[in-house]
């Protein structure tokens, strides 16, 4: 039995449009605050942040062209050149990482609700490289103190060396 590849249709192309706008309007936060944050540590995590937006509309972009469907449009383009911080170092970084924690549940949505495997396998390499960078967002957040660190489980091998 030959299975046909479904397309990207209704309901799953709102929800994959949606992934893809999202995408963009992180990419153009990340834009803005990246010009204007003075933390050490912030331009590595920023850049990597921008190849991991890049590598996400590209990915998201191909699929859409192989079914003849528009991307929508990126908004990278209205990012103006001020290096003036509009808020704190903090109220940035932070919004930044919640974004891209909660982006991580879109495309675990969007991942519950596809039908096509080819998908499902892309959006958990996304999935991936989003939650590498929250956590390094993350643990720039808790060097700087901004942020605690979550609580971790009891190392029972060193608890049992204590005597």
């Avoid at 046909?4 to 153009?28: E, G, P, W």
């Avoid at 803005?32 to 050490?40: D, G, P, Y």
């Avoid at 540590?41 to 191909?62: N, P, V």
Wanted: one cysteine or more; glycine letters at 4%.
């Amino acid at each position: 039995m030959v299975r046909k590849k479904k397309t990207v249709k209704c309901v799953r192309n709102k929800r994959f449009k949606l992934q893809y706008a999202k995408n963009s309007s992180k990419s153009c936060l990340r834009n803005c605050v990246w010009a204007s944050l003075s933390i050490q540590g912030a331009s590595e995590i920023f850049s990597e942040g921008k190849a991991i937006c890049k590598k996400q509309f590209d990915t998201l972009s191909s699929i859409l062209s192989k079914e003849d469907l528009s991307s929508p449009a990126s908004w990278v383009s209205e990012v103006t050149d001020s290096t003036i911080p509009p808020f704190s170092d903090k109220l940035m970084l932070s919004h930044i990482v919640i974004l891209v924690s909660a982006g991580v549940g879109y495309l675990g949505a969007a991942l519950s609700d596809s039908q096509r495997r080819d998908l499902t396998l892309k959006y958990t390499i996304l999935m991936a490289d989003m939650e590498r960078y929250a956590e390094d967002g993350a643990q720039l957040l808790i060097e700087y103190g901004w942020m605690e660190q979550p609580p971790l489980a009891k190392d029972r091998n060193h608890l049992a060396n204590i005597k």
